[in-house]
């Protein structure tokens, strides 16, 4: 039995799908939003400005202000990065994700708990979305659901993008592991991120302690096959005197590096998110990137359901490589050279206790734009890399 035929059916409740959905219903489409039940994305949870002022986010989502970063080098040397003026908010994507879901909830989107199968067509034509409800037995009958559009946002290893989009065109993964603590009452600082580049914790990546008020991540990130990302967060556990706080969760999933050449199936599906693969490379930075590439694919399905044109659909790909496309491809730069060895990662945190090193980064991590304003704190900034790449700095 075939019921509502709905505009546009997102598939995957993370920040990305829940942004298109919300954008959508406000517009008046008719949205189903459907999202696998107790799935929490292992994440760091840092949000800047930018993502807390263009996506409306209340300050009781913030459970941590991260005032401050510390770059662990190697050789355990420590460089302090603190941000004047300002704060990166902290989420817990548990609570974060179904605040998103409930809003757009409120703003008309029909919220539908399930896994998704596989993407059928109708004796029309028209997309037929087949998910698994809870609790159904592989023998009981799927539900299948009518749309105009599709957006898949289910994650990098998106099934609708399986079902929809051309094969070989998969995003290399790095895969991330963390581990929820409860955070001890003295001795850590709740204001600060700790980021680790050091080999023996991840030897294409980096591990981190990110504050999440009571609580905090403990994680690490690799692509390398192999290696044991529990290891390397019962390791950083142990060292930083966290072995013996409560594990709340654990959770892990692969993160893409790279965008999709292609988000669209150039007819009625398009992919957002962590699917599109939209993380930042060297940082692993997800969360804006995935609500921005939600808004960009909500705006283009608009265009598609208004003028019936296929093409439309491309616009979010295009759109998002413009406004973003040169900062991802100086952190994929920065990625390949500066994790390729413990020699060069010493280097890199050397480098980022250049106080112009700081304030330009910072400057371009809290507003999502490349600083310009400063010709000659380039200059330098560009001599000292030069430096360090020929090897005749100092370490």
């Not at 696998?36 to 949870?45: A, D, Q, S, T, V």
Request: proline letters at 5%; aromatic letters at 8%.
């Amino acid at each position: 039995m075939m019921t509502q035929t709905y505009d546009v059916i997102v598939v995957g409740g993370g920040p990305s799908g829940a942004t298109a959905a919300d954008d959508l219903a406000r517009r008046g489409r008719t949205v189903a939003l459907l999202d696998r039940p107790g799935r929490i994305k292992p994440c760091g949870g840092a949000i800047p400005p930018r993502l807390i002022r263009d996506f409306a986010i209340p300050e009781n989502l913030l459970v941590a202000r991260a005032r401050s970063a510390r770059m662990v080098a190697p050789s355990n040397r420590a460089v302090d990065m603190p941000i004047e003026n300002g704060f990166v908010g902290m989420v817990d994507r548990e609570m974060f994700d179904e605040w998103l879901r409930l809003r757009a909830a409120q703003a008309g989107a029909e919220r539908l708990t399930g896994t998704f199968e596989t993407l059928e067509r109708d004796q029309d034509g028209m997309a037929l979305v087949v998910y698994r409800p809870p609790g159904a037995a592989a023998h009981e009958r799927l539900t299948r659901l009518r749309a105009r559009c599709v957006i898949g946002a289910d994650g990098a290893n998106s099934a609708v993008a399986r079902a929809a989009m051309p094969k070989g065109d998969e995003p290399r993964n790095v895969f991330a592991y963390h581990e929820i603590v409860r955070f001890p009452k003295s001795g850590f600082d709740g204001s600060r991120c700790d980021i680790y580049y050091q080999g023996r914790l991840s030897p294409d990546f980096y591990a981190w302690i990110f504050p999440h008020g009571d609580t905090a991540s403990i994680g690490v990130g690799s692509a390398r096959k192999g290696f044991s990302l529990r290891d390397a967060v019962k390791t950083l556990r142990a060292e930083t005197d966290l072995a013996s706080c409560e594990t709340l969760r654990r959770e892990g999933a692969p993160i893409p590096l790279r965008p999709r050449r292609r988000w669209d199936n150039g007819r009625d599906v398009l992919l957002a998110g962590d699917a599109a693969g939209v993380v930042a490379p060297a940082s692993g930075e997800g969360i804006y990137y995935a609500m921005v590439g939600g808004r960009l694919a909500a705006d283009a399905v608009e265009e598609f359901l208004v003028t019936g044109k296929a093409r439309a659909l491309a616009l979010a790909r295009k759109r998002f490589l413009k406004a973003h496309g040169l900062v991802f491809w100086i952190l994929g730069i920065m990625q390949y050279f500066w994790y390729g060895s413990d020699a060069r990662r010493e280097r890199f945190v050397k480098i980022c206790a250049d106080p112009d090193v700081q304030k330009l980064t910072w400057e371009s991590y809290m507003n999502k734009e490349l600083a310009r304003k400063k010709p000659g704190a380039h200059l330098r900034i560009f001599l000292n890399d030069l430096g360090h790449l020929l090897g005749l700095a100092r370490t």
